[in-house]
Nanobody
Framework: QVQLVESGGGLVQPGGSLRLSCAASGRIFRLNAMGWYRQAPGKERESVATITTSTTNYADSVMGRFTISTDNAKRSVYVQMSNLKVEDTAVYYC??????????WGQGTQVTVSS
């Protein structure tokens, strides 16, 4: 069973930065993509950033402020978040996509941007 453990969330002031980390354990047969989603109160879950072996994609709302990266040796995915805004407040979830068995999700980590 694949498990994902996230860390790095917290409270930050507008304009500040945070780095979220997500480490995967268990057997992934054919890793296809890794990424981050977020869900704000009363809103649907939305994709924030996705990375594959050949591409990276970002939501328009975070373009230029967030950077996704991976460490394949550690089977980890990160998102560096800069110039954070109040509207970035949400629970952030990491995921990995196994081409054979689908998506696995982390438990979520809260990011709160407030003065």
């Amino acid at each position: 069973q694949v498990q994902l453990v996230e860390s790095g969330g917290g409270l930050v002031q507008p304009g500040g930065s945070l780095r979220l980390s997500c480490a995967a354990s268990g057997r992934i047969f054919r890793l296809n993509a890794m990424g981050w989603y977020r869900q704000a109160p009363g809103k649907e879950r939305e994709s924030v950033a996705t990375i594959t072996t050949s591409t990276t994609n970002y939501a328009d709302s975070v373009m230029g402020r967030f950077t996704i990266s991976t460490d394949n040796a550690k089977r980890s995915v990160y998102v560096q978040m800069s110039n954070l805004k109040v509207e970035d407040t949400a629970v952030y979830y990491c995921y990995v996509r196994d081409q054979l068995f689908g998506d696995y999700w982390g438990q979520g980590t809260q990011v709160t941007v407030s003065s």
